[in-house]
């Protein structure tokens, strides 16, 4: 498997946080903020609310964008390539359950 990283940008070592530390925070933080809204969005009791939510839903959601953006540049997150036949596992297992569902 090969994996898509780019160059490392080197990080301060210690018991304090470092950058990589603080973005993967945010990240994690963004990522909650952007499911609480998506369910905010779904649940939204008239259009003036709905429309309040889409906006901070999409600026969260910006925002969560490019705090992982700002890991893989740094090389602080790497992706790996998956292979064909792990695709195509995850795709079988996934056609199943939807067929299971509309069988219902």
Not at 21 to 32: A, E, H
Not at 70 to 77: K, S, V
């Amino acid at each position: 498997m090969s994996k898509i990283q780019n160059e490392l940008v080197p990080l301060a070592t210690g018991l304090e946080l470092n950058e990589k530390d603080l973005v993967n925070s945010l990240l994690t933080t963004l990522k909650g903020m952007v499911k609480s809204y998506a369910v905010a969005l779904t649940e939204a009791s008239n259009e003036c609310l709905f429309k309040e939510y889409k906006k901070q839903f999409d600026t969260f959601a910006k925002l969560q964008r490019e705090a992982f953006e700002t890991l893989f540049r740094n090389g602080w997150y790497m992706l790996e390539e998956a292979d064909g036949a792990k695709v195509g596992e995850k795709y079988n297992t996934l056609n199943k359950t939807f067929t299971e569902l509309e069988d219902e």
